[in-house]
Nanobody, 126 residues
Framework: QVQLVESGGGLVQSGGSLKLTCAAS??????MAWFRQAPGKERQGVAC????????FYAESVKGRFTISKDNDRDTVYLQMDDLKDEDTAVYYC?????????????????????WGQGTQVTVSS
């Protein structure tokens, strides 16, 4: 059974850090993306990685603050979030697909991916 499970969310003060984990199982994955959705807003692509060459892509709003990485032995992907801001408050989701997908498209088109986790809440307080 294909499954993506996020963890690591929580409450953090502005300027703090959190590390999210996405554990993938039950399938073969060629990449993984992180998205977030704040109340009343559309789902937004945050970061994405191609597994074959470890090429990464980031939304402009998180460049230099967030880092996506992958465990070498498992299909577990992380999102290290530093210097968190109030506007980073959202539910964070990891997502992938059953076929290879280009991060350049996926990060701007969440509907292009068909595998999603349940999400983990990140709340940044000032």
């Amino acid at each position: 059974q294909v499954q993506l499970v996020e963890s690591g969310g929580g409450l953090v003060q502005s300027g703090g850090s959190l590390k999210l984990t996405c554990a993938a199982s039950g399938g073969r994955y060629t990449g993984m993306a992180w998205f977030r959705q704040a109340p009343g807003k559309e789902r937004q692509g945050v970061a994405c990685m191609h597994f074959n060459d470890r090429r990464t892509f980031y939304a402009e709003s998180v460049k230099g603050r967030f880092t996506i990485s992958k465990d070498n032995d498992r299909d577990t992907v992380y999102l290290q979030m530093d210097d968190l801001k109030d506007e980073d408050t959202a539910v964070y989701y990891c997502a992938s697909d059953r076929v290879p997908f280009p991060c350049q498209i996926a990060i701007n088109s969440p509907l292009s991916l068909d595998l999603w986790g349940q999400g983990t809440q990140v709340t940044v307080s000032s």
